[in-house]
C-alpha cells in the first residue's frame, strides 16, 4: 500500500474515533483536533508519511508551559521512531491529551479567572495587582488573550511604564497601532483606573485588519468579565 492510501485509510479511521472534532483546515490544507478548550493540534499529512517520515505537526496551546510543549515534541519523536512505517496520529492525539491534562493550575480554563500578581517594580517596592485574564480568541492558529486590573495609585501605572509614571498611554509593542485602538475603546467608555494588556500568539498565518478585530474583542471582553465595563 503506498503512503496516500495508508493516509487515507488512517484518516477516515481518525474520524470514525473523534467524529466531528477531527476536522480538515481547507484554508491550510491541515487536519486539526480541539484536545482541550486551550490546546489545539494541526496536523500536515506529507508525501513522505508514513514509509520515510513523520508528518509535520503545529502546536496552539498559550496556556501550555515551555517545558510541556518540550515534552510534546520528545514524545510524538520517540512514538514516530517507535513505529516508523505505520501511522502514529492516533498516538500522538492520545499522547498530547495526557500532557495537555496537566495544565498549569491558572491556565486550566480560559474562563474568568482573578489572581493576585505579584511584580517587582524595584528592590523596595512591590505591588499587588488583581488580574482578570480573559478568554482565549482562536483565529487561523493565532490566539488572543485580554487581561485587565483596577489601578488605584501612580505608583501601579509605572509597571507598564517604567520609564515615567503617565496618566493615560499605550504600547503597540510591535504590533502597529493595536495599542491606540485599545486606549480608543477605553476612552469612548469614559473607563478609568484600569490597565488593559493583549497578549497575541502568533501562529504563522497573516490575518490583515481581522488581527484589530480581535485585539478589541479580547479587550471588550476582559473588561466585561472583570466587571470595568457593563454590557
Known amino acids: 500500500m503506498d503512503n496516500l492510501a495508508e493516509q487515507c485509510e488512517e ?3 481518525l474520524k470514525s474515533i473523534y467524529d466531528n472534532k477531527w476536522k480538515l483546515e481547507p484554508a491550510t490544507n491541515c487536519y486539526s483536533i480541539q484536545i482541550t478548550p486551550n490546546v489545539k493540534l494541526f496536523i500536515t499529512l506529507n508525501e513522505n508519511y508514513p514509509s520515510t517520515a513523520p508528518p509535520n505537526f503545529e502546536l496552539l496551546a498559550p496556556t501550555l508551559t515551555v517545558d510541556q510543549k518540550q515534552q510534546v515534541t520528545d514524545e510524538f519523536q520517540e ?3 517507535s513505529n516508523m512505517g505505520g501511522p ?7 499522547k498530547l491529551k495526557e500532557i495537555a491534562e496537566i495544565e498549569t493550575p491558572a491556565a486550566e480554563t480560559t474562563e474568568l479567572e482573578t489572581s493576585d500578581v505579584e511584580l517587582i ?5 512591590v505591588t499587588q495587582l488583581s488580574v482578570t485574564h480573559g478568554e482565549v480568541i482562536q483565529d487561523r ?11 488605584f495609585s501612580l505608583e501601579d501605572t509605572k509597571i507598564l511604564t517604567p520609564k515615567g509614571t503617565v496618566l493615560q498611554d499605550c504600547d503597540d509593542d510591535g504590533e502597529s497601532h493595536a495599542g491606540s485602538r485599545v ?19 502568533y501562529g504563522g498565518i497573516h490575518l490583515g485588519p481581522d488581527r484589530f478585530k480581535h485585539i478589541n474583542n479580547a479587550a471588550r471582553q476582559v473588561l466585561l468579565q472583570g466587571g470595568f465595563l457593563q454590557s
Open 79 to 81: 512514538i514516530y521512531e
Open 141 to 151: 492558529k493565532s490566539a488572543f488573550q485580554g487581561h485587565a486590573s483596577p489601578v
Open 183 to 201: 486606549l480608543h475603546l477605553l476612552q469612548i467608555r469614559d473607563l478609568t483606573n484600569v490597565m488593559v494588556v493583549v497578549s497575541r500568539w
Open 11 to 13: 484518516i477516515e479511521a
Open 121 to 125: 517594580v524595584s528592590p523596595a517596592q
Open 88 to 94: 502514529i496520529l492516533f498516538q500522538w492525539v492520545e
